[in-house]
């Protein structure tokens, strides 16, 4: 089992930028951040494997980036020009990986709040 800790969330305005982190115990071949908001179903937000090949959702490319320093075992997140339908809470997630896809994420933070308002 993996442990993992986000951090890095907070309130800011629309059009302002935020930076999650979340460190992990211990190695897993695909990391990722998901997002739930009130009575929404949790959804993908960034993927990306030990070689930096990633995958976002539509309602994030060109303003979010996902990026991993394999040698700390962390993950980041950085967000631009956020916008009110952000606003969430973002947990990070590690999977095993198998023929260069991931595999289930199985290993879940407890997230991190973040808030997107005028």
């Known amino acids: 089992q993996v442990q993992l800790r986000e951090s890095g969330g907070g309130s800011v305005q629309p059009g302002g930028s935020l930076r999650l982190s979340c460190r992990a115990s211990?190695?897993?071949?695909?990391m990722g951040w998901f997002r739930q908001a009130p009575g929404k179903e949790r959804e993908d937000v960034a993927i990306?494997?030990?070689?930096?090949?990633?995958t976002y959702a539509d309602s994030v490319k060109s303003r979010f980036t996902v990026s991993r320093d394999n040698a700390e075992n962390t993950l980041f997140l950085q967000m631009n020009s956020l916008k009110p339908e952000d606003s969430g809470v973002y947990h990070c997630?590690?999977?095993?990986?198998?023929?260069?896809?991931?595999?289930?994420?199985?290993?879940w933070g407890r997230g991190t709040q973040v808030i997107v308002s005028s």
């Open positions: 997630a590690t999977a095993l990986g198998q023929s260069g896809n991931c595999l289930a994420f199985d290993d």
């Open positions: 211990r190695y897993r071949y695909c």
């Open positions: 990306i494997d030990y070689f930096g090949t990633t």
